[in-house]
């Protein structure tokens, strides 16, 4: 076992790029790839049975990036500090932008699934936090503009070149694994989150404590209506598999310009 930094054959990569669901087609887009499994590089692996666990580093679309594929949920029993390794591990080495994307349910009346959410703000409801270690001098960090304005910018600037249906929101960021009740979805519209998922929260707050920029993109796979609508994990996978190509024309466009 070694760490990624020894591993990295002279790359650097300047941004970490975590892939949600439906997104995996942008990783077999990176040039001469070097592809590290997330074990071989001292990382925690997905205990998902059949969830790849692994780092693609190479060029995509002009920038040595790190494009994550398959991470790891506090559902799964993992410590908050596993959610957040890669992260860690990819800031050390080098990388200064975190581009994390994650799929999620919309809380807004006006969404359908498959828009793309731009990340303006979140709720960390997880109860967790990376930053909570033992024996670690607390790190009080500062998350009035989490999500970087100019790549937020950049990003709504792209998405209506393209014609992408997107818009800001704000997510919030649930432990799961069961999907919300009516009442939690009404909680959840009442404090002000647009959408909801089982990711992003942890990872950006590691990121964050280490300096990295970050820009946060929700595909929205299902949409909770007043009144409680069913969801089931089949329906969002189908709906984050037939949305995942929209938002990657967004990312081919975002990236140029971290
Ligand atoms: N709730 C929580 N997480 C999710 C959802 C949802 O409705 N859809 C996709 N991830």
């Not at 410590?79 to 581009?99: K, L, Q």
């Not at 950049?154 to 694994?177: C, D, K, N, S």
């Not at 299902?222 to 089931?232: C, D, F, Y």
């Not at 929209?246 to 140029?256: I, K």
Request: aromatic residues 4%; negative net charge; charged residues 20%.
């Amino acid at each position: 076992m070694t760490t990624l930094a020894g591993r990295l054959e002279g790359r650097v990569p300047r941004v970490l790029l975590t892939l949600g669901s439906g997104l995996g087609e942008l990783a077999d887009e990176v040039a001469n790839p070097l592809v590290l499994q997330f074990t071989d590089i001292d990382l925690p692996a997905p205990t998902v049975p059949g969830h790849a666990g692994r780092l693609v580093v190479g060029d995509l679309h002009g920038v040595c990036v790190a494009v994550q594929q398959g991470r790891l949920h506090l559902y799964e029993g993992v410590p908050v500090a596993d959610v957040a390794a890669c992260v860690r591990a990819v800031a050390e080495a080098g990388a200064e932008t975190f581009i994390v994307t994650n799929a999620a349910g919309g809380l807004a009346e006006d969404m359908e699934p498959g828009d793309t959410m731009v990340l303006a703000d979140h709720l960390n409801l997880t109860g967790h936090s990376p930053l909570i270690r033992a024996g670690a001098h607390p790190q009080f960090v500062d998350m009035t503009e989490a999500y970087d304005g100019q790549l937020r910018r950049v990003a709504l600037e792209a998405a209506g070149r393209l014609g992408v249906p997107a818009r800001e929101g704000i997510y919030a960021g649930v432990v799961g694994p069961a999907y919300e009740t009516p009442a939690e979805t009404r909680l959840l519209r009442a404090v002000g989150a647009d959408a909801v998922g089982m990711s992003t929260v942890t990872e950006v707050v590691a990121a964050r404590a280490l300096g990295l920029r970050v820009a946060g993109f929700s595909l929205i796979t299902n949409v909770h209506r007043r009144g409680g609508t069913p969801t089931s994990h089949a329906e969002v996978l189908t709906a984050a598999e037939a949305g995942g190509p929209r938002l990657a024309r967004l990312l081919r466009e975002v990236l140029p310009h971290v």
